[in-house]
């Protein structure tokens, strides 16, 4: 199936869901979703973003922003810091326990507001390679992944929102804050702030794919492969240490391997 037809069976898969809430988180999958869907139902498709601590700010602000421009109805679920609660204690499933709490909010707005209204989420193709049991919650709670079913990989969806006119259609990935913590450490308000605010001073220096791991007060920094030489820097180095430190970590690290995705999990894999 080339590119052309699975944008084909993705228009008529929304079809025939009538009326659709999309889980929107404000990423590259969600909000290419978000247009297209937007082209395809008009005023019978809108967005759901959850806040929490656990979602970086910017990431709510921008979804916001969108659907104001785009005239698309959108709600906001703020689940504060009670969300956190349900998995503080940070174990592998943590991601299975945090979105069955999200989306089963979720639908309960739906139910008392816009009922016959089919929720759906962002999941793409390529998803289904990762360490990921909060697919699990997905399918016991009936959410659908249109993306998914039309066999969109993440370049085809990058593509399809540049050509939508999507101004972050090259955006890094972005995850859940949580997911910066190594399973079985607790997981705080403290802790997702302090890791928001250096990755985003880390991205101010002009990395854009950069996570900022969380062991205690030791920050374990992933870049791009490509970026790694720039380490070789000694003012750049000062400057990642200083901005690092001020976020409050008392030591900075370079990962030697770089950025890869999910690799918090790569301690689940060597254990199986």
Same mark, same amino acid.
């Given at each position: ?24 988180? @404000? %990423? ?51 689940? %504060? ?13 943590? !991601?299975?326990? !945090? ?24 999941t793409n193709v390529d998803d289904m390679k990762d360490y990921r049991p909060g697919r699990k919650?997905?399918?016991?709670? @009936? ?32 995850? !859940? ?6 399973? @079985? ?62 976020? %409050? ?12 995705? %999910? ?10």
């Open positions: 199936m080339n590119y052309e037809e699975k944008l084909d069976l993705l228009e008529e898969t929304l079809k025939g869901y009538g009326r659709m809430a999309l889980a929107f988180s @404000g %990423g590259v999958d969600s909000t290419f979703l978000l247009l297209f869907a937007k082209k395809v139902l008009g005023d019978n498709v809108m967005a759901i973003t959850a806040s929490a601590p656990n979602f970086a700010p910017d990431e709510v602000a921008y979804a916001r922003q969108l659907c104001r421009r785009e005239g698309i109805k959108h709600e906001v679920i703020d689940l %504060g810091e009670e969300i956190l609660k349900s998995f503080a204690d940070n174990p592998p499933d943590r !991601c299975y326990i !945090c979105k069955h709490a999200i989306f089963s909010h979720m639908i309960e707005t739906l139910e008392a507001n816009y009922p016959d209204t089919v929720l759906v989420d962002g919650a997905l399918v016991e709670l @009936g959410i659908v992944s249109p993306l998914k079913e039309a066999n969109l990989t993440k370049a085809e969806v990058r593509r399809g929102l540049k050509e939508l006119g999507g101004e972050i259609w090259n955006k890094p990935a972005f995850a !859940c804050l949580a997911s910066r913590i190594p399973y @079985g450490e607790s997981i705080t308000a403290e802790k997702m702030n302090v890791i928001y605010n250096a990755e985003s001073a880390l991205r101010e220096l002009g990395f854009e794919q950069v996570r900022v791991r969380h062991h205690g007060n030791l920050a374990r920094i992933e870049v791009s492969a490509s970026d790694r030489r720039q380490f070789f820097d000694l003012s750049l180095m000062d400057k990642v240490n200083h901005v690092i430190k001020d976020a %409050g970590f008392l030591y900075a690290t370079l990962d030697l391997g770089g950025y890869r995705m %999910g690799s918090l999990n790569e301690e689940i894999e060597k254990q199986r």
